[in-house]
């Protein structure tokens, strides 16, 4: 090689100099819904009826039948910025400082213990990935990279397509949706060099709320009264919540659209092969009791599926347990980059052949503040849980506060319209207003075991018996029958807290710098 050519190479590291030098790496798609939960049509449940029964999502099935389905994928906490710092990191949501809650603090001064964390983004950047975002995508500080387009620039699906005035324009907005959906995989083909690998992060989120009323049965066919029968015990089963359900499905369905248009670009390109494509959610269902939140099913429970062409076993399902953290080492891992001492999780590329881990019979979740003013004095909800297959066990450190956030005395008085409305939370702020909340707070009196399940105080310790009570609500933890198995758990669960340094130990959550000063 001539020394100018030797030159130029240098000039261009490490992309350059890594298309020269190294083997073929994969391309990695990671495609990070915000508010989605584990509902597609491949986690049906022949054995009882769910959500997933009536949603219609055959590219997301696709990728899970051609790749891996994990079954046990859990959230590392229910709030958005938490639960992707811990993806970012590979760590518990509690050791990532400033985002351990959703946002504020009073951290001028004060030392962030994120900032001494590492990134799998950074490092794929500096092992010559071309890294890049679109949307409600990762923390930046972490995941570096370029941000093509920001959240505020996405075309919510229902809002979008309803506004149309004939089927006409309504079909041209939709495949406006899927241009948008491939515009930054078209971008990112274009930005590379020769050879170079790229890992791409697409998040969308119209599977978050707000969207139009009745829209899954307008704009996606998905009758509410089908949902008759298969809604978890702690929702009502009427007219306004089946509708409230269809509707978030039909975004799911709009997301399985956007999933699709992705594929037919990378097929189109004849780069499918050669790309990993990874489909996930950043936490439960918004605006319902013991969703997004909450460290129950509801609200911590994951879509996950990976297909690795050439290494992942098609159609195999995995059914350890795994936390979305364990996703940065195995990025780092499919990049052939050994993932730092620091990082919690644990690469899934083992999984992938169809091995089995006898290891991950558990997880741990975690869950501090969503709303900074939901609580006197911007106190978070301080709770951590251990979920293994048969059970289920919360920690609530301060059973004195409302996990829902504070009430508003007279709120439950105004108009059912008002409730409803999705840009004004009003009470219980760490859930977001809905047609349910306010179906809920309007009925208090009539229905008050769903107002208590959504909003009641809860105790010290809840444990639930999955074999007997698949939807969480029948606290057993007083039970002196069940002694045994909840203290194992909390046994288990603070040796946990103790090995990561998790600053709720010493309350550290409920002072400065993550909560403002007084």
């Not at 309803?162 to 899927?178: L, M």
């Not at 990378?266 to 959610?281: C, D, K």
């Not at 969503?370 to 048969?390: E, F, W």
Request: hydrophobic content about 35%; proline content about 7%.
């Amino acid at each position: 090689m001539s020394i100018r050519r030797r030159d130029l190479l240098s000039a261009l590291a490490p992309a350059a100099v890594y298309a020269q030098r190294r083997p073929q790496r994969p391309n990695i798609l990671f495609f990070f819904a915000d508010d989605w939960g584990r509902y597609a049509g491949v986690y049906r449940d022949a054995s009882r009826g769910s959500m997933s029964d009536v949603v219609k999502t055959p590219n997301i099935d696709r990728v899970a039948r051609e790749g891996v389905l994990f079954t046990n994928a859990f959230m590392a906490t229910p709030s958005c910025t938490p639960s992707r710092a811990a993806v970012s990191t590979g760590c518990y949501s509690f050791r990532t400082g400033r985002t351990a809650n959703l946002r504020g603090g009073s951290w001028k001064g004060a030392t962030d213990p994120g900032e001494s964390l590492p990134g799998f983004g950074a490092m794929l950047e500096k092992s010559g990935y071309l890294v890049r975002s679109s949307y409600k995508t990762l923390q930046a500080n972490w995941l570096g990279g370029k941000a093509y387009q920001r959240g505020n620039t996405f075309l919510r699906y229902s809002q979008y397509v309803s506004e149309a005035n004939a089927p006409s324009e309504a079909s041209r907005r939709r495949k406006q949706i899927e241009a948008q959906a491939v515009e930054g995989v078209r971008r990112v083909f274009e930005e590379r060099l020769p050879g170079q690998p790229f890992f791409y992060v697409h998040g969308p989120i119209n599977t978050h709320r707000p969207w139009v009323r009745g829209s899954g049965k307008k704009l996606w066919d998905i009758d509410p009264e089908s949902l008759k029968g298969k809604l978890p015990e702690f929702l009502p089963d009427n007219e306004t919540v089946r509708e409230d359900v269809a509707d978030y499905l039909g975004e799911a369905q709009a997301l399985d659209m956007m999933v699709g248009a992705m594929w037919n670009e990378l097929a189109s390109r004849g780069e499918l092969e050669n790309t990993v494509v990874v489909l996930s959610g950043d936490n439960g269902m918004g605006g319902m009791p013991r969703g997004k939140c909450n460290l129950y099913d509801f609200g911590c429970r994951a879509p996950l599926m990976i297909r690795f062409p050439g290494k992942a076993k098609a159609g195999h399902v995995a059914e350890e347990f795994v936390n979305l953290m364990d996703l940065a080492p195995t990025f780092l891992d499919m990049a052939g980059i050994a993932a730092p001492a620091a990082m919690d999780g644990r690469s899934l590329v083992p999984m992938l052949t169809g091995a089995r881990d006898a290891s991950r019979d558990f997880v741990v979740l975690s869950r501090e503040r969503h709303v900074p003013d939901a609580r006197a004095g911007n106190l978070p909800y301080p709770s951590r849980a251990i979920r293994t297959k048969d059970f289920l066990y919360i920690r609530n450190f301060k059973p004195d506060r409302n996990p829902m956030g504070d009430s508003v005395p007279g709120v439950e008085d105004r108009s059912y319209q008002e409730l409803a409305a999705t840009h004004e939370l009003l009470t219980y702020k760490d859930m977001d207003a809905s047609p349910t909340k306010a179906w809920i707070l309007k009925h208090r009196l009539d229905a008050p075991q769903y107002y208590d399940l959504a909003f009641g105080k809860r105790p010290l310790e809840e444990l639930y018996d999955l074999r007997a009570d698949p939807d969480q609500t029948r606290n057993v933890a007083a039970q002196e029958s069940y002694a045994p198995q909840r203290q194992r758990l909390w046994e288990r669960l603070n040796k946990v807290m103790r090995q990561a340094n998790d600053p709720r130990l010493s309350d550290a959550f409920d002072r400065t710098p993550y909560i403002e000063e007084a």
